[in-house]
């Protein structure tokens, strides 16, 4: 999961362009990254671990040091951005609990770092709390606002976040403009977002920042994805992929172009396969089981799905799978009833337009149609331009007999199954 992760637009216009043969134009070629789906190693891991060895040896030498704690922390959370190992998680909050434990909470880096890995976990009111405080101490404001305005996103506190947004106004920084950006596609203006993450790259690139040219290159593949420039999309993810010959986010980025726009289901599942062996996270059993489902293999759809939940159940994810867990359960009938319950939880957890989405998506597949309408009006309709929402919407409107509201919605959904998946293209197609 990705620290500063953007949401996508309804705006963003997909564009497939097919070839006088109906089948969409090819933009990948294997040649192009088959040299980093099976790595001899990685080196990236290796020297984070070997950090970690050199940083506890220290630590163990002069336990008093307890500075060394956040540093050790912090190489385990560049473990879990590297593997998606949730333990490596935990052991950045632990370390970093103890760090501040230490120092009395007095220290606002580490405070903010506490708070970051919250994040990380959507435990995000607990977050907040870590940032007050931070900002309470009074040092660092620039920073700890950065985090609140992190915070503020992931709560739906859009006006909170907007006021610590224009506080740390820099069009020279790098931070600014990357949340700048996700100000900007949060309001549905994906054209204006791409601007500021592209003058974002400008100065990774000017600055030789191997780190924040890899978070340039991967988030503006995504960006890029969703306006349906497919071919910058991609050239974005090989970028990243030279800098960074393990970093699995890109190659994922990669596989669904495979998968959406190629419709090369084999070759998109050769992919997830090879980054499986080293990034191993529960979400690519979804990704795997969509493609089961447009392969029309209902079964291996299945055994992904129970994959799924099986990881889920062996390791402690908390609340970082609701989402994914109430579109499932939502989808089948008989277990509306258990969404309904998560997304509840969801809503109180981040009370945003999305979380406020799954909770009207629920009770439309609890059968409740009109409170699904009312949960709508009040809490998603224009505060979320993401796809899957404005497809929630436009069946909600169906179930309640509103077919004057559902056709522009599906104009605009035809144009966005590139960013759904191809599994949408039957599910508009019937609205």
């Known amino acids: 999961m990705k620290p500063y992760k953007v949401i996508p637009a309804l705006v963003f216009t997909i564009l497939f362009i097919f070839a006088c043969d109906n089948k969409p134009t090819q933009i990948t070629k294997a040649s192009d990254y088959n040299q980093y789906l099976h790595m001899a190693g990685n080196e990236s891991i290796d020297f984070v671990n ?13 336990p008093n040091q307890k500075t060394y704690l956040g540093i050790i922390a912090s190489k385990y959370a560049t473990l879990f951005e590297y593997t998606g190992n949730i333990k490596n998680l935990y052991k950045t909050e632990n370390l970093l609990t103890q760090s501040n434990e ?14 970051r890995n919250y994040i990380a976990q959507h435990r995000f009111k607990e977050a907040l709390v870590l940032a007050k405080k931070a900002l309470a ?32 106004k820099d069009m020279k920084d790098f931070d600014y ?39 340039s290159y991967s988030n503006l593949g995504d960006f890029y994805g969703h306006a349906g420039m497919i071919q910058e999309s991609y050239d974005s993810y090989l970028k990243t992929l030279a800098i960074n010959p393990n970093y699995s986010y890109a190659l994922k980025g990669i596989a ?41 293999n209902k079964k291996e759809a299945d055994l992904n799905e129970k994959a799924y939940f099986n990881m889920l159940n062996a390791n402690n994810y908390g609340a970082m799978y609701n989402k994914y867990n109430t579109l499932i359960y939502a989808d089948e009938k008989e277990n509306a009833a258990k969404a309904l319950e998560i997304a509840k939880i969801e ?43 404005q497809y929630h919407l436009a069946m909600i409107y169906k179930a309640n007999n509103m077919a004057q509201k559902v056709a522009p919605i599906k104009e605009e959904l035809l144009s966005s ?15």
């Open 177 to 215: 403009l990357i949340r700048l950006a996700k100000w900007n596609d949060h309001k549905g203006d994906l054209k204006t977002a791409i601007t500021f993450m592209e003058k974002a790259r400008d100065i990774a690139e000017k600055e030789d920042n191997k780190t924040l040219k890899i978070w």
């Open 50 to 62: 070997k950090e970690i060895n050199f940083w506890q040896s220290k630590y163990d030498a002069a």
């Open 256 to 296: 669904w172009i495979v998968f959406s726009h190629e419709r090369s289901t084999k070759e998109a599942k050769r992919i997830v396969e090879a980054i499986e062996v080293t990034h191993n996270t529960p979400d690519f059993f979804l990704l795997k089981s969509q493609i089961a489902q447009f392969e029309g």
């Open 347 to 389: 809503v109180d957890h981040r009370p945003t337009p999305d979380s406020y989405d799954l909770l009207a998506w629920s009770y439309l597949n609890t059968g409740e149609n009109k409170k699904a309408l009312e949960i709508a009006k009040a809490h998603v309709i224009g505060k979320s331009f993401e796809p899957k929402v």
């Open 417 to 431: 199954i590139y960013e759904m998946g191809p599994n949408f293209e039957k599910k508009v197609n019937q609205l």
């Open 102 to 115: 230490a120092s009395n909470y007095s220290s606002v880096s580490t405070i903010r770092s506490l708070g």
């Open 137 to 168: 101490i009074g040092e660092g404001r620039i920073e700890t606002q950065k985090l609140l305005f992190d915070v503020q996103m992931e709560l739906g506190n859009f006006t909170e976040a907007e006021t610590n947004l224009n506080a740390i």
